[in-house]
C-alpha cells in the first residue's frame, strides 16, 4: 500500500530533550515536507526537500533540522524542544514539488513540557 | 509568503443543507488544491483546479475557481454527515515550487 508512515504516532517530552520525529514513504517520490498544524493556523510548512541532499526552509523553520540522506527518509530533529514546539506535525510527499499531489502521513502528536 | 483566508471558519448544518466555503488570495494563484482532513488522519487531496473560470465536480461536491484565479470555492450539496472534517485549501508558491501555502480552514460539522 502506498503509504507515508510516521513515527512516533503521540510522543510526551521535555523541554531540551533532543527527538527526531521519522517519516518514510514507499511510493518513490522526489518531494517531501513538514508542516505542524495547530489550532486557528492551519498547515505551516516546516521544512521541504526537492530529493535527496537538497533541503530547504518553508515558513516556520526555528527550532527544526531535517535530513534527506536517502530518497524514502525525511526525518525531523528537534534538537533542544521547546514548550511552543507542541504541535501535531504532518510529513508529506509528492511525486515532484508544484501541483502534484501530496500524500500525508498520519500524523504525529508532540507534547514537550 | 502568499496569504490564503478561507471563510467561514466554522460551519455546523443540518444534513441534507447546501453549503458553501471560501478560500481567498492576495495574489494570482498558480494553482489551487483543495483538502479534506478528518480527525486523527492527514489531509487527503479533493481536487485540483488550474484554469481560471473553471469548475469541477465530484459527486455532490462542486469547486469553482475564479477567472482571476484570487479566489476557489467549494460547494456542497445536501451535505452528509460523513462531510464533516477540516476542509484546506492550499497552494505551491508561484516562485518557488517546494514552497507550499495552506489556508486556515474551515471546520464543517454536518448533524444527523
Known amino acids: 500500500e502506498a503509504q507515508v508512515t510516521q513515527n512516533p504516532r503521540y510522543l510526551i517530552t521535555v523541554t531540551g530533550k533532543k527527538l527526531t520525529v521519522t517519516c518514510s514513504q514507499n511510493m518513490n517520490h522526489e518531494y517531501m515536507s513538514w508542516y505542524r498544524q495547530d489550532p486557528g493556523l492551519g498547515l505551516r510548512q516546516i521544512y521541504y526537500?526537492?530529493?535527496?541532499?537538497?533541503?530547504d526552509k518553508g515558513d516556520v523553520p526555528e527550532g527544526y533540522k531535517v535530513s534527506r540522506k536517502e530518497k524514502r527518509n525525511f526525518p525531523l530533529i528537534l534538537e533542544s524542544p521547546s514548550p511552543n514546539q507542541t504541535s501535531l506535525y504532518f510529513c508529506a510527499s509528492s511525486l515532484a514539488a508544484g501541483a502534484n499531489v501530496l500524500t500525508f502521513g498520519a500524523g504525529s502528536r508532540l507534547t514537550v513540557l | 509568503t502568499q496569504l490564503l483566508e478561507q471563510s467561514p471558519q466554522f460551519l455546523s448544518i443540518q444534513e441534507g443543507e447546501n453549503l458553501t466555503v471560501y478560500c481567498n488570495s492576495s495574489?494570482?494563484?498558480?494553482?489551487l488544491q483543495w483538502y479534506r482532513q478528518e480527525p486523527g488522519e492527514g489531509p487527503v487531496l479533493l481536487v485540483t483546479v488550474v484554469t481560471g473560470g473553471e469548475v469541477k465536480k465530484l459527486k455532490r461536491l462542486t469547486f469553482q475557481f475564479g477567472d482571476a484565479r484570487k479566489d476557489s470555492s467549494l460547494h456542497i450539496t445536501a451535505a452528509q454527515p460523513g462531510d464533516t472534517g477540516l476542509y484546506l485549501c492550499a497552494e505551491a508558491s508561484n516562485t518557488n515550487a517546494g514552497k507550499s501555502t495552506f489556508g486556515d480552514g474551515t471546520t464543517l460539522t454536518v448533524k444527523p
Open positions: 526537500s526537492m530529493n535527496v541532499e537538497v533541503t
Open positions: 495574489s494570482v494563484f498558480s494553482s
